[in-house]
């Protein structure tokens, strides 16, 4: 059950036309509203969390003097990338979704 509110969002109506148009089967307004507050708090404490992670990696370097050559960690997150992507093809053609 639900308990909580969450203000009221005044809009012009061809906003609510546009969000009406976007809605699914079956989903409310309500349920598009909260769906979409939930992503867009998830995805700035996401951010807040990336973010806080490269002040503290610049911290460390400064610290520690070790920096490395921008054309270095993108090659190595280009690798991770490649290899990530690698294994979920292969998850997705065992499961049949290819």
């Not at 050559?69 to 990530?84: C, F, G, I, S, T």
Request: glycine share 6%; aromatic share 4%; net charge positive.
């Amino acid at each position: 059950m639900k308990s909580a509110q969450l203000p009221p969002v005044r809009v012009e109506p061809e906003v609510r036309q546009e969000i009406e148009s976007a809605l699914r089967e079956g989903e409310s307004l309500s349920q598009f509203v909260e769906q979409a507050a939930l992503e867009a708090a998830r995805r700035r404490i996401a951010q807040e969390a990336f973010l806080a992670r490269g002040r503290a990696s610049l911290i460390k370097a400064r610290r520690t003097g070790r920096f490395f050559p921008v054309d270095q960690a993108l090659d190595e997150m280009r690798a991770r990338l490649e290899q990530r992507m690698k294994a979920l093809g292969e998850t997705r053609a065992r499961d049949g979704k290819a």
